[in-house]
């Protein structure tokens, strides 16, 4: 694993006196929980985790977080209207998007309503902690 990518994130959480709020948004609660597991691997990280869209819409905005991370491909609310809904409470949230079986149009579309970064699963460790490095620490 990077261990650059890991000090950069908890120097500037240090730096702010407080972690990085994260919400990690999947219908998959093993995929979530991977993915809260990923984060614990630095003190520079709170992890809230959502079900669904609506759970999502409603956590966003209930607090204010640092980065989202969604799926598209989700039962009732779909990620993309999620990604919509969240973008209109928060506009400067960075929403990274992660999907197993997204197409090439949805990925796009994701892009033009605000999703600042794409990740196809299955993601490393080394990947995923790189990305929440470069997109938190700008």
């Given at each position: 694993?990077?261990?650059?990518?890991?000090?950069?994130?908890?120097?500037?959480?240090?730096?702010?006196?407080?972690?990085?709020?994260?919400?990690?948004?999947?219908?998959e609660?093993?995929?979530?929980?991977?993915?809260?597991?990923?984060?614990?691997?630095?003190?520079?990280?709170?992890v809230?985790?959502?079900?669904?869209g609506?759970?999502?819409?409603?956590?966003?905005?209930?607090?204010?977080?640092?980065?989202v991370?969604?799926?598209?491909?989700?039962?009732?609310?779909s990620?993309?209207?999620?990604?919509?809904?969240?973008?209109?409470?928060?506009?400067?949230?960075?929403?990274?998007?992660?999907?197993?079986?997204?197409?090439?149009?949805?990925?796009?579309?994701?892009?033009?309503?605000?999703?600042?970064?794409?990740?196809?699963?299955?993601?490393?460790?080394?990947?995923?902690?790189?990305?929440?490095?470069?997109?938190?620490?700008r």
């Open positions: 694993m990077s261990t650059t990518s890991l000090e950069k994130l908890s120097q500037k959480a240090k730096q702010r006196g407080e972690p990085f709020r994260i919400l990690i948004v999947d219908d609660q093993w995929v979530r929980e991977v993915f809260r597991d990923f984060c614990a691997v630095t003190d520079a990280f709170e809230d985790l959502a079900a669904d609506a759970e999502a819409i409603r956590m966003a905005g209930d607090k204010d977080y640092d980065l991370t969604l799926d598209l491909i989700m039962p009732d609310i990620g993309m209207d999620a990604l919509t809904e969240i973008k209109k409470q928060s506009p400067q949230v960075p929403i990274m998007v992660i999907t197993g079986n997204a197409t090439d149009k949805l990925v796009n579309q994701a892009g033009i309503l605000g999703a600042c970064k794409v990740m196809y699963k299955p993601i490393q460790l080394d990947h995923f902690v790189s990305e929440l490095a470069s997109t938190l620490t």
